[in-house]
């Protein structure tokens, strides 16, 4: 009976304690609350950043409805969260979340806050959900730290830090802990965390060490600061120099797209085809076609396969015009260089002109798979592009599928022999006539691929092919007219070039740079990079 008494007595003493707990973290959290309605910026701030340290499990979603201005007081000082649309709301306690229904005559009035206080929500909040069983929520958290460090913020961060699992998101942990510490007030501490964001390359990180090598009171410290910038200034440089080598291929893979078709009806026909920049024109409107009828005909879920389909239908459409405009101009112009080119212009603009009948003068817009969308960060905010990725590995397979068919079809056998001697093949039996036709076809369909790739970095317009048509030819003359390895060092030596120029001279200096260099080159060798081989084209 003792024992039971005793145990009974024990019972009591604890349900008491946590009574008084729960009554007083009920009385904080109610002293929070009335600062948040005080009016005063400064009590509203203070009350903000004791929710934040309460623990207590109410506070996310009453800071989330201030942040909203869904967070009411009526006039006797009760807190209200507004739930429902403005016209018909309803109410619950924010102490309690207990449902609350106000009289008539009863209007509840808002709790007004600022930009400033904005951001310490945003930072409190940041804090709290360092814990969430949601990576992308943690990942969320700590990157709104780490763009508004606080020394207050370190014990959390080193809390989630501790039982984080996922590599990426401890990194940026890390980062965040550090820049919370850099605004700590311990040396030796601050030392560690300039070592810590030394090797990060981010803008923010870059200026939140700008400042303090500029103002802090701490010559160690701000030494130290220095330091670490010169670190990721020099590395940013290399950064810097991998971008511009990157873009340049991927400017390098555009051209060699859309000047392959180019060397090929030049090389073997001796055509200077100006309608060429239409027939990449024409390619990327075939995709807008197809992407459309994909959007209106199919569901949803299939729109990633409309890239597919539209390769080949460009280059059967661009070919097929191709091939008509051969056997109906073309080839009664051979001989007359200044006589195709003149024929070709005035088919640029009929083509460019049918266009705008029909889609319309307005850009144009085609969009990206899914699996073409977005990118990755490599450093300092620098972002390497899926599309640009999948166009250069799209530009090798369209170069090395042509090699093939030049090298291994009797096709490519007689378009070679025909660039080599045209009048002995046609004694050989080759028929001239139909590989000219062919081959033109094959220009235009390869131009047509090109519009594919190019509608996906850009708009599509009736304009598109006319900036492209002068490179194609600056390409082509300077790797050598017909042969499918100088087009290819064509197009990587002056889109590199053009990238490598661009940062010191400007883009527009840049493309007149290359250009005087081409000019200067061409007086030394004429025939271009890798000149064909042949007493035809050596006559």
């Known amino acids: ?33 009335q600062l948040l309605a005080s009016g005063d910026y400064d009590k509203v701030s203070q009350g903000i950043t004791d929710l934040g340290n309460s623990g207590d499990a109410r506070a996310p979603a009453i800071l989330q409805a201030l942040n909203d201005d869904v967070l009411l007081t009526t006039p006797d000082g009760k807190m209200l969260i507004q739930k429902g649309a403005a016209d018909s709301p309803s109410y619950i306690d924010a102490l309690t979340a207990t449902p609350v229904t106000l009289p008539d005559d009863v209007q509840p009035s808002d709790i007004v806050i600022n930009n400033a206080q904005r951001d310490l929500i945003a930072s409190v909040m940041s804090r709290l959900t360092l814990g969430s069983p949601d990576p992308k929520i943690r990942l969320k958290a700590t990157n709104e730290i780490l763009n508004q460090p606080d020394a207050s913020t370190a014990p959390s961060l080193v809390a989630a830090l501790s039982h984080e699992t996922v590599p990426a998101i401890a990194r940026r942990m890390q980062l965040a802990l550090a820049a919370a510490q850099l605004k700590g007030v311990d040396q030796t501490t601050r030392l560690a965390a300039i070592d810590v964001l030394a090797t990060a390359s981010e803008t923010n990180i870059h200026q939140l060490l700008g400042s303090v090598a500029d103002s802090d009171p701490d010559p160690v410290v701000k030494a130290a600061a220095a330091a670490a910038l010169v670190k990721i200034d020099r590395f ?6 991998g971008v511009n080598l990157f873009e340049g291929l991927s400017l390098s893979s555009i051209l060699l797209l859309a000047a392959i078709g180019l060397s090929v009806t030049f090389g073997v026909m001796g055509v200077i085809n100006m309608a060429h920049g239409e027939m990449i024109m024409l390619g990327a409107y075939t995709t807008y076609v197809v992407q459309q009828l994909f959007l209106s005909l199919l569901p949803p879920g299939l729109m990633d396969w409309y890239l597919p389909v539209a390769i080949p239908a460009a280059f059967l459409i661009a070919g097929g015009v191709g091939v008509f405009l051969e056997r109906t101009i073309i080839r009664f112009l051979y001989g007359r260089p200044l006589d195709t080119l003149l024929a070709t212009w005035g088919v640029s603009l009929m083509l ?12 144009k817009a085609v969009a990206n798979p899914s699996w073409m969308t977005g990118g990755f960060d490599i450093a300092g905010g620098y972002t390497i592009t899926w599309n640009r990725l999948v166009i250069i590995g799209f530009c090798g397979v369209v170069l090395g599928v042509l090699a093939l068919v030049m090298r291994y079809t009797s096709f490519g056998l007689h378009m070679r022999a025909v660039t080599q001697n ?23 369909g390869i131009a047509g691929i090109a519009g594919v790739a190019l ?12 900036i492209y048509i002068v490179d194609s030819f600056m390409v082509v003359v300077f790797g050598g007219v017909g042969s499918l390895v100088g087009t290819l060092a064509g197009s990587l030596g002056l889109g590199i070039l053009n990238k490598v120029l661009e940062p010191f001279v400007g883009s527009v200096l840049g493309k007149i740079l290359v250009l005087v260099g081409i000019i200067i080159f061409i007086q030394y060798r004429p025939r271009g990079l890798f000149a064909l081989k042949g007493r035809s084209v050596e006559a």
């Open 1 to 33: 009976m003792k024992r039971r008494r005793l145990l009974s007595a024990l019972l009591a003493v604890v349900l008491a304690a946590l009574s008084g707990i729960g009554s007083a973290r009920a009385d904080t959290l109610s002293a929070d609350l």
């Open 236 to 241: 940013l440089k290399f950064v810097q120099v």
């Open 352 to 363: 460019q002109q049918g266009v705008r009948l029909i889609f319309g003068a307005p850009n």
């Open 422 to 444: 045209r009048k002995m093949a046609a004694c050989m039996g080759i028929p001239t006539d139909r590989v000219d036709a062919l081959t033109f076809g094959l220009g235009s």
């Open 455 to 466: 509608s996906q970095i850009g708009n599509v317009s009736p304009n598109l092919g006319t």
